[in-house]
Nanobody, 120 residues
Framework: QVQLVESEGGLVQPGGSLRLSCAAS????????MGWYRQAPGKQRELVAT????????????DYADSVKGRFTISRDFALNTVYLQMNSLKPEDTAVYYC?????????WGQGTQVTVSS
């Protein structure tokens, strides 16, 4: 049984920073892609960032949505099966529920979601 448990989000002022984490449990292999998505009220869930490792440890691919490039950083502790999202220079438009994801074959597992609100 795969489970994803996210850390709490929070309320942050514009320009502030926040770090999210997501721990995966179950039969997890390091080469399973993990990532972060977000969903703002009235909008569809959208990709924020993904991180994928190949068979070779040094073969890591990271992708970001254009809207977060240069501000957000995704990282992963492969030994702990934990993925992180460091969010800097936060903007009000970053306000959303953030979801951690894990892909195993054609199936996507989701975290419970955590609210991030950027407001003064």
């Amino acid at each position: 049984q795969v489970q994803l448990v996210e850390s709490e989000g929070g309320l942050v002022q514009p320009g502030g920073s926040l770090r999210l984490s997501c721990a995966a449990s179950g039969s997890i292999f390091a080469y399973y892609p993990m990532g972060w998505y977000r969903q703002a009220p009235g909008k569809q869930r959208e990709l924020v960032a993904t991180i994928t490792r190949g068979i070779v440890i040094s073969d890591i691919r990271i992708d970001y949505a254009d809207s977060v490039k240069g501000r957000f950083t995704i990282s992963r502790d492969f030994a702990l099966n934990t993925v992180y999202l460091q969010m800097n220079s936060l903007k009000p438009e970053d306000t959303a529920v953030y979801y951690c994801s894990l892909n195993i074959g054609s199936r996507t597992y989701w975290g419970q979601g955590t609210q991030v609100t950027v407001s003064s």
